[in-house]
């Protein structure tokens, strides 16, 4: 069965930072895109970053840029979200989630930042930034 479990999520200050990560177990994504999304109470469900299959190729919504990265170890099987100057906006459940297109090069944002584009998902994390 294939399983994706976040975890690092927490509350902290604003300006502070946490490092998500999705472990992945049942079968390998190693030559799938991944992505984070988040959702916040009373809101839809929004893209956050994406990455490709080697790390070579990634995308970020324009409230994260700059301030998160996200990044993969395929020998681990892992995903990763490093956060940083988080904002009291940042607030939500964040859920990895995979997506299913082996090998491509360059992510297509009509494809990566939809979340009907992802096969499978995690339960999420909650992350809780207070001012």
């Known amino acids: 069965q294939v399983h994706l479990a976040e975890s690092g999520g927490g509350l902290v200050q604003s300006g502070g930072s946490l490092r998500l990560s999705c472990a992945a177990s049942?079968?390998?994504?190693?030559?799938?895109?991944l992505g984070w999304f988040r959702q916040a109470p009373g809101k839809d469900r929004e893209f956050v970053a994406a990455?490709?299959?080697?790390?070579?190729?990634?995308l970020y919504a324009d409230s994260v840029k700059g301030r998160f990265t996200i990044s993969r170890d395929n020998t681990k099987n892992a995903l990763y979200l490093e956060m940083h100057n988080l904002k009291p906006e940042d607030s939500a459940v964040y859920y990895c989630?995979?997506?299913?297109?082996?090998?491509?090069?360059?992510?297509?944002?009509?494809?990566?930042?939809?979340?009907?584009?992802?096969?499978?998902w995690g339960q999420g994390t909650q992350v809780s930034v207070s001012s």
């Open positions: 049942g079968r390998t994504f190693s030559s799938d895109s």
């Open positions: 990455i490709n299959w080697d790390g070579e190729s990634t």
């Open positions: 989630a995979a997506c299913l297109e082996p090998f491509r090069r360059v992510l297509v944002p009509a494809v990566a930042l939809s979340a009907s584009s992802y096969e499978y």
